[in-house]
């Protein structure tokens, strides 16, 4: 992906379209959007040979707007995270159709993930490290698009669509352990800078 990048970044700054000195935030974007492209077709096709569409959209739309703005785990190589990204939605589809959450149950996850989603929103990144004024604007994003959540919820649960608020409150709950997974690695990564500096 990387090498990818930097073919696209040389031939956008060969053909003048962005300034030599901006070549290393390119550089990334051209990577960072590549990796989430492989990702979304990767995890698109199963949807589609899983048959789970409109199960896929009210993931996707969920877990990345959550995951934006509440933080959560960031694995150390693209390939790790592609597998274990792949891996988690296809686990949350095959639950869904095998297990659908109970309507109230998934009420229950869907409110209680939301309430500790919002508490330890915004989780960092040891590479990216927020300053109060980014943690207040991430945490009040994150507030809107919980009520956007449940608004959504709320429309499903109107319409009788319950496989589509099961797989809500499975992407909440992942979202969740992904913060605690987040916050976590967080901790000792920052635990292992400060004994490096010591």
Not at 36 to 47: T, V
Request: charged share 20%; with cysteine; proline share 2%.
């Amino acid at each position: 992906m990387k090498h990818i990048a930097e073919k696209l970044t040389k031939y956008v700054v060969k053909a003048s379209a962005v300034s030599e000195e901006y070549y290393a935030i390119y550089q990334y974007g051209f990577q960072i959007g590549l990796e989430m492209l492989c990702c979304f077709i990767a995890c698109l096709s199963i949807g589609v040979y899983l048959q789970m569409i409109p199960e896929f959209i009210v993931y996707t739309g969920t877990f990345i707007l959550l995951r934006t703005y509440a933080g959560g785990i960031h694995l150390n190589s693209f390939a790790s995270c592609f597998v274990c990204s792949v891996m988690v939605q296809t686990f949350a589809f095959l639950i869904n159709r095998m297990y659908k959450l109970p309507l109230m149950g998934a009420w229950v996850v869907i409110v209680v993930s939301n309430l500790f989603i919002w508490k330890f929103a915004p989780v960092e990144n040891i590479n990216r490290e927020l300053d109060s004024e980014e943690k207040i604007h991430c945490k009040k994003r994150t507030m809107k698009i919980i009520i956007g959540i449940l608004i959504g919820a709320v429309f499903f649960t109107f319409r009788g669509k319950e496989e589509m608020v099961s797989i809500i409150a499975l992407t909440v709950f992942i979202v969740l352990i992904s913060q605690w997974m987040g916050i976590w690695k967080y901790k000792i990564e920052k635990n292992k800078n400060h004994r490096a500096y010591d």
